[in-house]
């Protein structure tokens, strides 16, 4: 009996066209990835990310729909951990139902968190809320507070909150709102080495001018978005590609 022909092989599959670009970009910056403060922090360079993101994004603003600072306060606590899409979604009605920090703080916390249940975590935010009312209704007249000292004694409203409030609806900068996009990009482009959000800050605060705070946030996150996700970053749509080093990129043009 004749003898069955071995089966051919099977020819190896080829790496994909992103592979390949993967590793020729991590290969191309991997020397180039280590920290270097006067490269890195260099008043030039600063100035020529702050003009890229301002080009991409030149109408950045706070994805939260809100008509006032109460409005924006409540949203922003309400983001936490959870979709500026779903958050948009729910606060019409919650604002329908109580519309000022007064109305708000006469609300059972069961009917505060029926209206945020699809928010997530929402027993722990509808007593921020309610907090929040009752501590600006009793102690501020009804009136957000306009600096960080008095804004951060609002139940809620921790740092990120109050910059985000003070920002976007009274235009006071007197910080920079760190997010995790804004945490992820800041340390991909070498802007700081810290890992914590409130050392980000105070980094950050060193380097972009205070004129350019608010917009800076805004920005980035919006990069952080569109472009320079967590996983598998856009780096060939980037316009800032040309100067960032980081070890992650998925494309390198040098």
């Known amino acids: 009996m004749q003898a069955k022909k071995a089966a051919p092989k099977k020819a190896a599959k080829s790496s994909s066209l992103s592979a390949t670009l993967t590793k020729a970009a991590k290969s191309a910056v991997k020397s180039k990835d280590k920290f270097d403060r006067k490269r890195d922090l260099a008043p030039e360079r600063i100035a020529e990310i702050l003009q890229g993101l301002a080009a991409a994004y030149p109408n950045a603003e706070c994805a939260l729909h809100h008509r006032n600072a109460w409005e924006l306060l409540v949203a922003t606590i309400l983001s936490a ?82 910059n985000v409030v003070l920002g976007v609806a009274y235009g006071l900068a007197e910080g920079i709102v760190v997010d995790t996009h804004v945490l992820r990009i ?17 980094d950050l605060m060193k380097i972009i001018p205070k004129d350019h705070w608010i917009a800076f946030s805004h920005e980035i996150i919006h990069h952080g978005r569109q472009i320079c996700i967590a996983r598998k970053p856009k780096c060939a749509d980037c316009t800032l590609e040309t100067i960032c080093t980081s070890s992650d990129k998925t494309w390198s043009s040098h």
């Not at 501590?135 to 009804?142: A, C, H, L, V, Y």
């Not at 800041?186 to 105070?202: D, F, G, I, N």
Request: charged share 25%; hydrophobic share 35%; net charge positive.
């Open 81 to 162: 951990q959870c979709t500026d899409v779903r958050v948009n979604m729910v606060t019409p009605e919650l604002f329908r139902q109580f519309p000022t920090p007064k109305a708000m703080s006469e609300a059972s916390l069961p009917a505060i968190e029926e209206i945020i249940r699809s928010t997530g975590f929402y027993r722990n935010k509808a007593k921020s809320i309610s907090g929040a009312a009752k501590k600006i209704t009793n102690e501020f007249g009804g009136k957000v507070p306009r600096t960080l000292a008095e804004l951060t004694t609002v139940p809620g409203a921790a740092r990120k909150t109050a």
């Open 186 to 202: 800041s340390r991909r482009l070498h802007l700081t080495q810290a890992t914590e959000p409130k050392q980000v800050e105070q």
